[in-house]
């Protein structure tokens, strides 16, 4: 099963259109969380919020995870020793108010995470996506690197 989840913060609709046009084409479950999207997914189920102990349930099910570059959905993933495909929310689409997503997608990109930038290759991230990438020694290490860049980024923030 392939799991997609945008957070709980806000609407992620170019990855939820483009993940469940590809979900029609793939021979795979997808379950995707949609939060605040407006788009209603047909090819695949979904829902919107849920507790986060059930939510967990999805994360261990998943062969793997595609989701926004939110820290609390990378770090969960990376918990459950799951292979990521990060599609990063962009100020250019008015997806966030800063591209902080872009800054922490680069920081995963340089530790093996595939990223997507452009939606139009996310089916190509999903069939070439490295599933033996993270074992347990390495997720904890990726988690670490995350953890410290994500400290050092708010460190960061609340200088200015």
Same mark, same amino acid.
Request: positive net charge; contains cysteine.
């Given at each position: ?26 021979? =795979? #479950? ?11 997914? #047909? @090819? ?33 993933? *990376? ?23 872009? =800054?922490?997608?680069?920081?995963? =990109? ?7 930038? @452009? ?8 069939? @070439?996506?490295?599933?033996? !990438?993270? #074992?347990? @020694?390495?997720?904890?290490? *990726?988690?670490?690197?995350? #953890?410290?860049? !994500? ?10």
């Amino acid at each position: 099963m392939i799991f997609v989840t945008v957070g709980g913060m806000r609407a992620f609709e170019r990855l939820v259109k483009e993940m469940d046009r590809i979900a029609g084409e793939l021979d =795979e #479950k997808v379950v995707m969380q949609i939060g605040s999207t407006d788009y209603e997914p #047909k @090819n695949c189920n979904y829902f919107r919020f849920m507790p986060r102990n059930d939510i967990e349930e999805f994360y261990g099910g998943a062969r793997l995870t595609v989701c926004h570059a939110g820290g609390g959905s990378i770090l969960t993933a *990376l918990e459950h020793n799951k292979p990521l495909v990060l599609v990063p929310r962009m100020k250019s689409y008015g997806e966030v108010f800063d591209d902080h997503q872009l =800054e922490i997608a680069r920081e995963m =990109e340089a530790q093996g995470v595939a990223v997507v930038y @452009n939606i139009s290759n996310l089916k190509s991230a999903i069939r @070439n996506a490295n599933t033996s !990438l993270l #074992k347990f @020694n390495a997720g904890r290490n *990726l988690a670490g690197a995350l #953890k410290e860049y !994500l400290d050092r980024l708010d460190r960061q923030l609340r200088r200015r």
